[in-house]
């Protein structure tokens, strides 16, 4: 609507000229200051002018004084270097086909999405006045869930894709997690596990990155090495996960070479969303964990809800019913089967 009746005006400038001119003016014979659009027909500038609005969900006057359309500024030089960017993309590789536009990266963003990631995740945070530092949020994370000597075994179901069919199914599930980045994960037939040096799937031991991605899910965050992993640590920003106020921490974690942002519920202290994201040297790829539904069990507080994300969009929901510490469980369970 907006977009409508701020175009009126030149619409109608439009109207007048075409009757009084047989053949159609270019955009530098109708407009005081054009650069990019030098040799295109005058009636394109602003259906250009409207599909660069829509593209980033822009207002003219966002790139525009409204006093005077050709008064420059820095988003407007912006927008030509863009212009000609997207021109010479469709040149070099299309054919000239306009294949390549500003929705094709803009998608209705100022800023496009270059990572590959769930959607409705933020990366960008609000920065704010009166920060704690970084240490200061692990440990009241660490102190609301206590300490990381116990050892965790929670039951309830899976809910993720199968490994052959990709059909999406409910498992009963098996969790155990112990300090030093051991874990036992049970659903079906699916073993996932790691004695803290080996980290297996099956009968299979796993290399690369498959390993920090479920080391990530294996990870306690209770008091131990997990937040002790993270370097360059600097506080990020304020956001919501759900509809819970979170401060966000970010730092690398050089054990898996990438960058986790983690957020904790600013009232609670409680780590709601690990965040992470690995860098190719194609694009950089992001992954989450939410901790939800905590509870106390044995005086430690656990969360009942895991739910992991890839960057496809893909999710593992680990709803859990039951949880408890037991002490006795044997160190043999986080081996590989068959070593
Ligand atoms: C993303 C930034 C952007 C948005 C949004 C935008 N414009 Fe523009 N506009 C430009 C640029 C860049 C030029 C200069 C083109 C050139 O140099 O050839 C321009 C030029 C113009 C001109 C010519 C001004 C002159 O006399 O030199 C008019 C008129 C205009 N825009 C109207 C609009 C209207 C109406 C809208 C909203 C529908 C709009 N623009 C939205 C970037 C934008
Ligand atoms: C090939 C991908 C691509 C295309 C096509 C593209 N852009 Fe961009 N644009 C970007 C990237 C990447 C940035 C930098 C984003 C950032 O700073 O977060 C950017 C930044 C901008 C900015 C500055 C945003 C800011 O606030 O700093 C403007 C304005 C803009 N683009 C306009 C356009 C317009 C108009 C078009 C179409 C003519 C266009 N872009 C086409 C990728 C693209």
Same mark, same amino acid.
């Given at each position: 609507?907006?977009?409508?009746?701020?175009?009126?005006?030149?619409?109608?400038?439009?109207?007048?000229?075409?009757g009084?001119?047989?053949?159609?003016?270019?955009? /530098?014979?109708v $407009? @005081? #200051?054009?650069?990019?659009?030098? =040799?295109?027909? %005058?009636?394109? &500038?602003?259906?250009?002018?409207?599909?660069?609005?829509?593209?980033?969900?822009m207002?003219?006057?966002?790139?525009?004084?409204?006093?005077?359309?050709?008064?420059?500024?820095?988003?407007?030089?912006?927008?030509?270097?863009?212009?000609?960017?997207?021109?010479?993309?469709?040149?070099?590789?299309?054919?000239?086909?306009?294949?390549?536009?500003?929705?094709?990266?803009?998608?209705?963003?100022?800023?496009?999405?270059?990572?590959?990631?769930?959607?409705?995740?933020?990366?960008?945070?609000?920065?704010?006045?009166?920060?704690?530092?970084p /240490?200061?949020? $692990? @440990? #009241?994370?660490?102190?609301?869930? =206590?300490?990381? %000597?116990?050892? &965790?075994?929670?039951?309830?179901?899976?809910?993720?894709?199968?490994?052959?069919?990709?059909?999406v199914?409910?498992?009963?599930?098996?969790?155990?997690?112990?300090?030093?980045?051991?874990?036992?994960?049970?659903?079906?037939?699916?073993?996932?596990?790691?004695?803290?040096?080996?980290?297996?799937?099956?009968?299979?031991?796993?290399?690369?990155?498959?390993?920090?991605?479920?080391?990530?899910?294996?990870?306690?965050?209770r008091?131990?090495?997990?937040?002790?992993?993270?370097?360059?640590?600097?506080?990020?920003?304020?956001d919501?996960?759900?509809?819970?106020?979170?401060?966000?921490?970010?730092?690398?974690?050089?054990?898996?070479?990438?960058?986790?942002?983690?957020?904790?519920?600013?009232?609670?202290?409680?780590?709601?969303?690990?965040?992470?994201?690995?860098?190719?040297?194609?694009?950089?790829?992001?992954?989450?964990?939410?901790?939800?539904?905590?509870?106390?069990?044995?005086?430690?507080?656990?969360?009942?809800?895991?739910?992991?994300?890839?960057?496809?969009?893909?999710?593992?929901?680990?709803?859990?019913?039951?949880?408890?510490?037991?002490?006795?469980?044997?160190?043999?369970?986080?081996?590989?089967p068959?070593?």
């Open positions: 609507m907006l977009l409508a009746l701020a175009t009126m005006p030149f619409l109608f400038a439009f109207a007048q000229q075409d009084q001119k047989q053949k159609e003016p270019m955009c /530098e014979e $407009f @005081a #200051n054009i650069k990019v659009f030098k =040799g295109v027909p %005058s009636s394109d &500038l602003i259906p250009s002018m409207q599909f660069m609005a829509a593209s980033l969900k207002e003219c006057e966002d790139c525009h004084d409204p006093k005077d359309y050709s008064a420059d500024n820095r988003t407007k030089d912006t927008a030509r270097q863009m212009i000609l960017m997207q021109r010479d993309i469709n040149a070099k590789n299309f054919n000239n086909r306009t294949e390549v536009t500003c929705m094709t990266c803009h998608r209705g963003a100022e800023h496009p999405m270059g990572v590959a990631m769930p959607e409705g995740l933020s990366l960008r945070h609000k920065r704010f006045e009166g920060a704690l530092r /240490e200061q949020y $692990f @440990a #009241n994370h660490v102190k609301a869930v =206590g300490e990381d %000597s116990k050892i &965790l075994v929670r039951t309830g179901t899976l809910t993720a894709p199968n490994d052959a069919t990709h059909k199914e409910s498992k009963p599930l098996e969790f155990i997690q112990a300090s030093g980045g051991k874990f036992l994960l049970s659903a079906g037939d699916r073993k996932i596990g790691s004695d803290g040096s080996t980290t297996w799937y099956g009968a299979m031991a796993m290399f690369g990155e498959p390993v920090a991605v479920f080391q990530r899910i294996g990870r306690t965050w008091g131990n090495d997990d937040f002790a992993g993270l370097s360059n640590t600097a506080v990020s920003g304020q919501t996960v759900g509809k819970t106020p979170v401060v966000a921490v970010r730092g690398q974690r050089a054990s898996t070479t990438s960058t986790e942002d983690l957020s904790f519920d600013t009232k609670t202290g409680l780590l709601l969303r690990a965040t992470n994201l690995k860098r190719s040297t194609l694009g950089t790829v992001v992954s989450t964990v939410d901790y939800s539904n905590y509870k106390g069990v044995d005086g430690i507080k656990v969360p009942m809800k895991v739910v992991v994300t890839f960057a496809d969009g893909q999710q593992w929901i680990m709803d859990f019913k039951t949880a408890k510490v037991d002490a006795k469980v044997s160190d043999d369970v986080f081996k590989k068959g070593n």
